[in-house]
């Protein structure tokens, strides 16, 4: 017997473990860049729900919360680093980590689609590659992004006024003159109350889960673009999953992801609900409206593209109808 021997055994022992380790169940810890009594997530507990019922001794979620529990523009970086399994998050909330994840919301197809177009291979090769993360599905769809406005405008000028961002909005609101200030969403409602912004970009839905329509005078049509919430995983996490939990993961982020269109009426709903908060819409002349929606993409496009030649090109091609 050679003098390795006893330590090969050991090492087949510990492997034997492991393997066993591997078949129980595994609790992933999940984190929320939203708020816990938004809309968003509201739909988020149902996911969580249905897996945790079938998940028992495989796989288990636990949600640890929103931006009590971590600040927003943190939390792709606590899945980068694997300080929790999964975040709730946007793109825009962690383009220092990739500029490319900021390209999610120029997308015009939607996520099933995506998923057969080779657009999610190009994306797991990026999220793998730049952040160490597994991209596994879209949680919003269909939800285009807006200007909402404390002051009137009769054209899309915005030169003199400070509106609030994300990375989402800063170069198509600055390229029609406005003055920028990047905030979490937990901060607009004071920047509103103070008058330090005159508006702020947000999605078509959710202004009253944090009550911005008390502060919002007018939206401005059309939106433009395609809010983007995904859910993305540490990639060693995802390494580390059996093929059974890999699995069923999927089967549950996919149907959750084929169910995206009910957000249209969740769409259709909150925007009634604006006008019959009083707020009104500033609608631009069709040719104006078309020059304003095109320019945003021009812009969103161009800003990918020059933070990321190798990539942006190639989500173009795949994101684009
Ligand atoms: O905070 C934001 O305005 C933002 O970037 C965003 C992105 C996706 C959904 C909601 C908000």
Redesign the pocket.
Same mark, same amino acid.
């Given at each position: 017997m050679n003098r390795f021997a006893p330590r090969l055994a050991f090492a087949a022992v510990l492997a034997a473990i492991s393997g066993i380790a591997c078949a129980q169940e595994v609790t992933l810890r999940v984190v929320s860049a939203?708020a816990e009594n938004t809309q968003?997530v509201k739909n988020f507990e149902g996911f969580m729900k249905k897996l945790n019922a079938e998940g028992k001794g495989t796989l288990q979620l636990n949600f640890i919360g929103g931006p009590k529990a971590m600040p =927003?523009f943190e939390v792709g970086n606590a899945v980068r680093t694997g300080v929790v399994d999964i975040g709730m998050t946007?793109g +825009?909330?962690y383009t220092t980590i990739m500029p490319e994840a900021d390209a999610l919301?120029l997308t015009q197809i939607p996520a099933p689609e995506l998923r057969k177009n080779g657009a999610y291979e190009l994306i797991n090769r990026i999220w793998n590659e730049k952040a160490n993360m597994q991209y596994l599905g879209r949680v /919003?769809d269909f939800?285009p992004?807006h200007l909402y406005l404390t002051k009137k405008i009769d054209k899309p000028d915005l030169t003199g006024l400070k509106i609030r /961002?994300? =990375? @989402?909005?800063r170069e198509f609101f600055q390229a029609i003159g406005a003055t920028v200030m990047q905030t979490? =969403?937990g901060e607009v409602y004071t920047a509103l109350e103070r008058g330090v912004v005159d508006g702020?970009?947000?999605?078509i839905n959710?202004i009253f889960d944090f009550n911005w329509q008390e502060k919002t005078k007018f939206r401005v049509d059309p939106g433009f673009y395609n +809010?983007? @919430?995904s859910l993305v995983m540490n990639l060693d996490k995802w390494k580390s999953l059996s093929q059974k939990q890999r699995d069923l993961l999927m089967r549950h982020v996919i149907a959750h992801e084929a169910a995206n269109d009910s957000w249209k009426k969740v769409n259709q709903d909150d925007t009634q609900r604006q006008a019959q908060a009083g707020i009104q819409t500033i609608t631009f002349d069709p040719a104006t409206a078309k020059q304003y929606y095109d320019k945003a993409y021009e812009v969103g496009w161009a800003s990918v593209t020059k933070a990321s030649p190798q990539y942006g090109p190639q989500l173009r091609k795949l994101f684009s109808r």
């Open positions: 939203f968003y =927003p946007t +825009a909330f919301k /919003i939800t992004f /961002i994300t =990375p @989402v909005y979490a =969403p702020y970009g947000w999605p959710g +809010a983007e @919430v």
